[in-house]
């Protein structure tokens, strides 16, 4: 039998992950915005995590491939307003960036130092703006030395 509530919805949409965090979901991302049922089809909105973003094909495919799987009616809309921001990030997400050495973003305009994810210390500096994504930077403590990514407060 086909979920049908938006939280039977939600749950499986739990297992879509971020396709460059590959053990982060969607959800504990920000990028699943809401579900709700709209006549009996699931009416399932994101929102990228900027507008340009190449990983928007894969998820809507993952996306696509768990309702379809559990043959779920639906429909996926892409809301660009708000825009995505990394207080929309839960804390389980955060927890995961650190434990893969990236550091976690910091609430947007509020100005601290970044956290080394590998030490612990604050005496770090910005070695780049540029990371291996658009929403990362580069850093480095100068404690330990070690070079580590930085999620950008966006």
């Given at each position: 039998m086909a979920p049908s509530t938006v939280v039977d919805v939600e749950e499986l949409l739990e297992s879509v992950m971020d396709p460059e965090l590959s053990e982060i979901s969607i959800?504990?991302?920000?990028?699943?915005?809401?579900?709700?049922?709209?006549?009996?089809?699931?009416?399932?909105?994101?929102?990228?995590?900027?507008?340009?973003?190449?990983?928007?094909?894969?998820?809507?495919?993952?996306?696509?491939?768990?309702?379809?799987?559990?043959?779920?009616?639906?429909?996926?809309?892409t809301v660009l307003d708000p825009v995505w921001t990394t207080d929309w990030m839960s804390e389980k997400a955060k927890r995961s960036l650190r434990k893969w050495g990236i550091a976690a973003p910091a609430s947007v305009g509020k100005v601290e130092r970044i956290t080394c994810p590998q030490c612990g210390e604050k005496d770090t500096e910005v070695l780049s703006i540029f990371g291996s994504t658009a929403c990362k930077a580069m850093n480095r403590c100068l404690s330990c030395l070690e070079p580590f990514e930085s999620f950008k407060a966006i």
């Open positions: 959800r504990d991302l920000g990028i699943l915005r809401g579900v709700r049922d709209e006549d009996g089809v699931m009416v399932v909105t994101v929102t990228p995590t900027y507008s340009g973003c190449p990983a928007m094909g894969q998820i809507a495919d993952d996306i696509a491939e768990v309702l379809e799987g559990a043959d779920v009616a639906y429909e996926l809309r």
